[in-house]
Structure formats: structure tokens, C-alpha cells
């Protein structure tokens, strides 16, 4: 493990998502820690997206944006909020001179599958819907997220594509949750890893679930066809659960036609990019927003 993140282990809550409510204040409490990002270059401002229920979205605008991305937090479906997001959607959209557009979806267990899905599809819909408002390109739009946020981007892609949605861009995805069956070497074997490890992500499916059988929009890895797709950046973290279906996931989708960037990060664990004063933790923040900026570039 990466030195400057493996003296901050002591620090990370032993969070194992048996208490949903209990583990959403440790998440804020550990954001609320984080230093706080710079908007000086940028508007940011919350909205509200017509939909059923309405969602809650924070806008982070920086100046002379022209492409967007639609950005969900990560939390294992159960925890995060816009506040908690706040330090990473500022950053990526001081980094990549986009619009960000973070999404307040519903959390489960209360709201399992598909509540967060269809939140995050009604923001895209708002978003290409409302463009010219947004100063954005409607060709230009990314969807994104970390974690379980990467997983929900993933599915947004797949619906967007089965159901003749806005045409997405690109998709960003950060250590993403693809797979509910945890059948990978390292779903089997990192029982132990700091934050994230079998048996959260065993409870993070079974809160999203809510005791239904996986569809390919809740658990993108189980889709047969990923042809048609927009092409991905993929990041990885060495010591992660989700480290092998990510990087099948990133290789079945090159073999479907569609163009990857694969980054696996070695000496790091799931959300360690947290840690912003590890020098890793740094390029991983410099490197999603550098892409998304690439991306979405004429």
C-alpha cells in the first residue's frame, strides 16, 4: 500500500452498512473534514428537477463551461448526499472546466432499485432538455460518478442507449459497483480492505436490491450487449473489491467496440482518493478532471 495512505487506516470509520442512518452521519462527519474545494472560478448553485418525486441537483458552473457531466455520488447506494459530494464535484468541474451537475438521488434501503436510477435519468433528460439554459452543448453531455455513483453511470448509459435517450458523451467511472454476484478473484479475497470490502459490498447490493433479482440496469457487468455504448474512462484501485469486474467490465467493453481508458491505480484502496494530502490521491483528483476536460473538448 502507498505509505501516505496507509497512515491514514486508523482514521476511516469501520463502516459495515448495518445501520444505514448511523453511517450516513460518519460519511458527513468524514466530508465535513475534508478541506474545503475553491469556487472562486465558478457559480454554483442548487435546483430542483421536475420529476416524480422532483431531485434535488447542485450546479457547480465554472466560467466559459461548455460541456457538462452528470455526477453521482458514491456511498454504496446508501449513504451521500450533495453536501458530502461538494469536495469532489468542486474540484472536477475546477479541473475540467465543466458544468457538473451533482445529483441528490434516492438512497436505499428506503428507495431500492430503481428509485436512484430513474433520478439520475430525469437529470439527464432535464439536462440535454435544458441546455441553452445550462450554456452547454447538448452533444456534449458526460454522465460519471465514483463508487456506486460509477455504477448508476454505467446503467444511465445502457438505459440511455436502450431507450433512445440524450445522447451521452462519455461516461466517467471511478471504482465503479457493476457486479452484485461478487464472483471475482478480488471480490473473493479482499475480506479486510480499508472502507471498502466483502462484506459492505454484500450489504450495499442487498440494501439497493430491496430482495429482487439483478437486471443489467442495476448491476450493469450482467448486460450481454455493451455495443453502442460511449466510450469510458475507467479508474480502478489496486486494493478494491470491485477491482476485477471493473477491469473485465473495461475489456468486454473494448471487445463491444467501444473505446476505454483504463487506469488501475496500484497502492491504493477504494475511495482513498479522499486522502488529499497523499501525492497518489492527488493525480487520481488531477486525472478524472483532465479527462473529463479532453472528453468533452471540440
Known sequence: MDPELEAFIPLFPRADLTDPVSERKSLADLAAAVPAPDTAGMDVEDRTVPADPDVAVRIYRPHRAQGAIVWLHGGGFVMGDLDTEHPWAARIADGSG???????????????????LDDAYAVLTWAAEHAAELGIDPERIAVGGHSAGGGLAAALALRARDQQGPPIRWQLLNQPGLDDRQETWSARHFTETPWMNRDKVTASWRHYLGGTPATAYAAPARATDLSGLPPAYIATAELCPNRDEDIAYAQRLLQAGVSVELHQWPGTFHGSQAILSAEVSQRQIAELAATLRRALAE
Open 98 to 116: 465543466a458544468v457538473v451537475i451533482s445529483v441528490n438521488y434516492r438512497l436505499a434501503p428506503e428507495h431500492p432499485y430503481p428509485a436512484a
